[in-house]
């Protein structure tokens, strides 16, 4: 079986290695691995940049204080929404928030083996179905668009397998900042592309490498059609709200003004069951404290339908668990954790990814795969192999130093190995077997799922 499965994977390998020398000195000269070798997961760095942002966290505290005394304590998912997403002050909106300028390192940032993994899944996947000939990559919060451009080079170096696809490629961004920093990476610049602030299609031009690329605010404008949606590090970012047991049932946490210092905000409990703590908490839980991100159920909801109708897969990465943590929302700015009340617009919020009410919101309308830890699901795509490769093709001490240190860093069990989850969304034929008559679409030969098993090409 391992025999099979290096013989298959070797040729795949090869395509991959060709020129890469060239990014391997890119990629890895500046951060990956290195630098942050003694950091992990949303470690932050922007301390000079802190400094500048003085005035933009009292506008956004000013305005939530107005908001909040307007129309009484807010959600904490509005908080979330307003804190990070709110068009004219929000976190995300004006700044890199990653990278070494940046609040935070993500894995593909770390090292280049993450995205180009991911790029092997989708067309494992894409085999798997039958090679059908458009295909859409979809990418759902694509940061600096870093794990895109790592995917993309392999579906470039990959291009005898896929020279007869007609592929696009959609990026899913609220953040104008962002959205022009992957613009930078991904195209030719700005400038050579289409603007249409107004339009739910924002931005459209060609990928260095030939491919239309647009760009959306929301899924749901993303066109219908086979696709493989990849979100990593997306959903831990979508706005939670909060219960708390009591004795008289479960109360939504609520923020409002600290009433000894009406500059300050607290947490409060709702005195009456909210329209939120009505209609979300649908059982009862063990927990006596719950986060729920319908926001989030939203989007699997819509992912399920398009993968059901249109074929396609999604693959979500993240911090995550399966139903049975507490409280996890926290807030993140200058290499450590920051609360979550002060001096909001200038740090990270994020909560853990609560994947069993993911797999809740298919309805079944989807298999899901996972969660399983992020070591096992790389070491099931290959890494090992695939650092090898890289590690041959480069004579500089430094650069093996980096990427050996990049690997550890987002396989080990101890950092980012066993903390971040893969879990995947399928076609509900995709798992039976293949002596299954339901299985007509993957016919006789069709895989087990990469990541999830060995992969096999
Ligand atoms: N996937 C990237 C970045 C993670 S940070 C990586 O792993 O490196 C979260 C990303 O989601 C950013 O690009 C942010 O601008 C985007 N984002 C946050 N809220 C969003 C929303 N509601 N809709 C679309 N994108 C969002």
Redesign the pocket.
């Known amino acids: 079986m391992t025999k099979v499965y290096a013989m298959r994977f070797f040729p795949g390998l090869k395509c991959l290695c060709g020129g890469v020398s060239s990014y391997i000195s890119r990629k890895v000269s500046p951060v990956c691995g290195r630098l942050w070798a003694g950091q992990w997961m949303r470690s932050c760095s922007r301390t000079s940049q802190i400094m500048k942002e003085g005035n933009q966290d009292s506008i956004m505290l000013k305005h939530l204080i107005s908001k909040i005394k307007s129309t009484g304590p807010i959600s904490v998912a509005e908080y979330m929404r307003e804190v ?2 709110n068009p004219v002050t929000g976190y ?1 909106q004006h700044r890199d928030v ?1 990278g070494p300028q940046g609040d935070f390192i ?4 770390i090292s280049q083996i993450f995205g180009e993994l991911l790029g092997v899944w989708c067309i494992s996947e894409w085999m798997a179905a039958g090679k059908p000939k458009t295909f859409q990559l979809v990418e ?5 668009g ?2 895109a451009s790592d995917a993309l080079r392999v579906f470039s170096q990959l291009n005898s397998v896929l020279k007869e696809s007609e592929i696009s490629v959609h990026l ?4 104008p900042k ?1 959205g022009e920093v992957q613009a930078q990476l991904l195209t030719e610049g700005e400038q050579h592309l289409r603007h249409d602030p107004n339009a739910a299609i924002y931005k459209t031009g060609t990928t260095k490498t030939g491919l239309p690329i647009s760009w959306y ?1 929301d899924l749901q404008d993303v066109p219908r059609g086979f696709s493989f949606y990849i979100a ?3 959903f831990d ?2 706005p939670i709200h909060k219960f708390q047991k009591t004795k008289h049932g479960w109360r939504e946490v609520l923020i409002d003004i600290e009433p000894s210092s009406p500059e300050k905000l607290r947490f409060v409990l709702a005195p009456h069951a909210t329209l939120a703590s009505k209609t979300l908490i649908q059982r009862d839980d063990e927990r006596d404290h719950i986060e729920i991100c319908p926001e989030a159920g939203i989007i699997v909801q819509n992912l399920a339908s398009r993968i059901t109708e249109d074929g396609g897969a999604a693959l979500i990465a993240d911090y995550g668990h399966n139903g049975t943590k507490t409280d996890t929302f926290r807030g993140f700015r200058g290499h450590q954790q920051h609360d979550v009340l002060t001096t909001p617009g200038t740090a990270d919020l994020t909560a853990d990814v609560d994947f069993s009410y993911l797999r809740q919101m298919t309805k079944g309308k989807v298999t899901s795969l996972g969660p399983i830890p992020q070591h096992e699901f790389l070491k099931n795509m290959g890494i090992d192999v695939r650092l090898q490769v890289l590690l041959r093709n480069t004579s500089d001490p430094a650069t093996s130093t980096g990427l050996i240190d990049a690997y550890d860093m987002i396989m080990n069990p101890e950092k980012m190995g066993n903390r971040f989850k893969f879990f995947a969304l399928l076609p509900c034929d995709r798992l039976i077997s293949s002596n299954d008559t339901r299985s007509k679409k993957h016919g006789p030969t069709a895989p087990p799922v990469a990541g999830f098993s060995e992969l096999q090409l």
């Not at 993500?106 to 940032?109: A, I, L, Q, R």
């Open positions: 990070l997403t995300y990653l993500t894995s593909p940032e759902l919060g694509p940061g600096r870093t794990l899913v961004e609220v953040s962002l605010k990593h590090e997306f970012v979508l």
